[in-house]
């Protein structure tokens, strides 16, 4: 995962960690265990994420696939 891009994608946002884990129906600590690769993002996860905070096809593989 590109941590830096995830980071300034929350910024352009305005979106929080808790946005995500609102958005995910998880809690902030689930959402970091994900981010830090401790559990697994889920395709069900992804499709959450790429639509709070409105990414392209792109930007989750730059993201999330590296």
Do not use: H, P, W
């Not at 609102?22 to 697994?40: C, P, W």
């Amino acid at each position: 995962m590109n941590e830096t891009k995830f980071k300034m994608k929350l910024l352009e946002m305005n979106c929080t960690v808790k946005d995500i884990a609102d958005a995910l129906e998880i809690s902030s600590q689930a959402v970091y265990k994900k981010l830090n690769g401790e559990t697994r993002i889920t395709v069900d996860d992804l499709r959450k994420i790429k639509v709070k905070l409105n990414l392209t096809d792109e930007e989750v593989s730059e993201i999330f696939l590296l």
